[in-house]
């Protein structure tokens, strides 16, 4: 699929993720296999006012291109100047957050809270794309609740107001993330519009990744929760998309080294106080799906350096083996 001036092969985008989409994790993704990815969150107000934590965020590497920059706020000409101040982090494109549904994103009028203002986004669509000499793009969600579901009609709206693609959430800013989500909408909004379409939700399997490709017809697939702790769902999709090979998930003394790995760019690209309390997150999410994952992850819950994410892996690892040479062994008897 093409957004403006950008080729994407396929396979499957990361989604923006407030708190997650960090640079390091963004970098793991793409090595991974994730065609495209798109930042945390940024407030345009924030950068206009000059805010070195919002600047921060917008913060690209080159080893985690083609990648976007994602733009949140509620006034035209503020977003407008964010724009200003995002492209000096050279984006190759600007996202516009309309689906967060996060309560104090979402209070005001900014998020998912633009879904109930349509000519209000408009507006934000077309003063971002003026400025903009890269694709815009916009993500949103079904609606706001059950009774006013308008992905549609909102989707028409962003086409017709400048946007160069868009990503759909299949759940409404109500459900926030609590099943189920309706691949549906997501068709319905392909079949409405002529610019590219990205889904979203529910994407934790290279299966998934196809289903919701043939429910919705749409052109790209995009990963949020379902990569926490799993880069390698990427080059999963890519694959079964590509083959019809289901490859497996690598032996756990890869997977405990891509964690290290991340956590170490983590300390790399940022203050190292906030990298590891950060960083305490994914390495729990690392360690869903082991026998005995819950002591890890209050393990996780205290690391305060790399050395405590090298004994978090050796753990980890250790656990495993046992409980391997356990099977092993009664699988003998």
Not at 63 to 89: C, H, I, K, S, Y
Not at 118 to 123: K, N, Q, S, V
Not at 268 to 276: G, I, K, N, P
Request: aromatic share 6%; glycine share 10%.
């Amino acid at each position: 699929m093409k957004i403006g001036n950008i080729t994407l092969e396929g396979g499957a985008a990361l989604a923006p993720m407030a708190g997650v989409a960090d640079r390091a994790f963004r970098q793991v993704c793409r090595e991974f296999g994730a065609v495209y990815t798109v930042g945390e969150m940024v407030s345009a107000k924030g950068l206009s006012l000059g805010s070195r934590k919002s600047a921060r965020l917008l913060e690209l590497g080159p080893l985690e291109r083609p990648a976007a920059v994602q733009l949140f706020g509620d006034d035209p000409e503020t977003m407008a100047r964010g724009v200003e101040a995002a492209l000096e982090a050279a984006p190759d494109a600007i996202d516009i957050n309309m689906g967060c549904p996060a309560p104090k994103i979402a209070r005001g009028r900014a998020g998912a809270a633009l879904m109930r203002e349509p000519e209000l986004a408009g507006r934000i669509i077309r003063a971002v794309k003026d400025r903009s000499p890269v694709p815009v793009t916009v993500k949103f969600r079904k609606g706001w609740d059950e009774d006013h579901v308008n992905a549609v009609e909102f989707a028409k709206m962003a086409e017709a107001s400048g946007a160069d693609a868009i990503a759909v959430h299949g759940r409404t800013r109500a459900q926030m993330y609590a099943p189920p989500v309706d691949w549906d909408i997501i068709r319905q909004v392909k079949a409405a519009v002529r610019i590219p379409v990205m889904g979203n939700g529910d994407v934790d399997s290279p299966q998934a990744a196809k289903a919701l490709l043939e429910a919705t017809g749409c052109d790209l697939v995009m990963v949020g929760r379902g990569a926490l702790g799993r880069p390698w769902l990427f080059g999963q999709i890519r694959a079964y998309l590509t083959t019809g090979e289901l490859l497996p998930d690598p032996p756990m003394e890869e997977r405990m080294a891509v964690m290290v790995r991340q956590v170490e760019l983590m300390a790399s690209y940022q203050e190292e106080r906030a990298a590891f309390l950060e960083a305490r997150k994914h390495c729990g999410w690392y360690m869903t799906g082991l026998r005995g994952a819950a002591a890890l992850r209050r393990q996780a819950g205290t690391i305060s350096s790399l050395e405590d994410v090298r004994a978090l892996a050796q753990a980890a690892l250790e656990l495993w083996t046992a409980q391997q040479n356990n099977c092993e062994e009664a699988n003998r008897l």
